[in-house]
């Protein structure tokens, strides 16, 4: 979100990215805690005015009423995009801690919880799929907030980032799914958000923390490890 709003030239968006190793507790150290009570992953904390923002669908809709942007302003394209924003809050659990979980975290593999999720996960994406159908994004002909929560669960999964499960699941029957994941795999600032944080895969995708556009250049993994 952060990236796209630079994009889009709000300057104001500028950002500080820090790494919050879950695996170390840092979500319980006293700082992370007054960003985010809860003690979850992801959190912000506006230097501007001091607030602190946390769960993904707040931290979208503060940021898309912060700069005036991927929030539709009429009353009907703001209500569908949130009705989207809203879907994704309730659906992503039963896609990471059921489906996600059973299928490639749980040290015994359960058939019946497996097959439950399974079937939940296809549901939600023949539910995308038929939203797609005749549109372009999530909430209609723009991109917006919806989207970027959607595709960070949905498209990723289906683009075969998550679980290793794409052929499991059948994506590619979700023909309109897979060609709204891929458009938006494409955008730069898609692309750029993706390197942000990450400590594994290619050391030259891997900017573990950002602080300023051109450590895009100069601070990604391949060009700092020793």
Known sequence: MLE???????????????????????QFGSGFVEVNPNSKIPALLDTETDQRV?????????LAEKFGALLP?????????????????GSAPYLGGGF????????????????????????????????????AFIAGEDYTIADI?????YGQLVLGRLYSAAEFLDVESYTNVMRWAKEIDARPAVQRGRMVN????????????????RDFDAQTQDKIAV
């Open 4 to 26: 796209e709003l630079l994009a889009l030239g709000h300057s104001g968006a500028e950002y500080d990215a820090w790494v919050i190793k879950i695996g170390d507790g840092d």
């Open 54 to 62: 946390f769960e993904s669908g707040s931290i979208l809709l503060y």
């Open 73 to 89: 302003t009429d009353i009907a394209g703001r209500t569908e995009t949130l009705n989207w924003l809203f879907w994704q809050m």
């Open 100 to 135: 996600g979980h059973f299928y490639a975290y749980a040290p015994e593999k359960w058939q019946y919880p497996i097959d439950r999720f399974a079937m939940e996960a296809k549901r939600q994406l023949d539910v995308l799929d038929r939203q797609l159908a005749d549109k």
């Open 149 to 153: 929560a959607i595709w960070s669960w």
């Open 198 to 213: 990450r400590i594994s895969g290619d050391p030259h995708l891997q900017l573990r923390e950002r602080h300023d556009a």
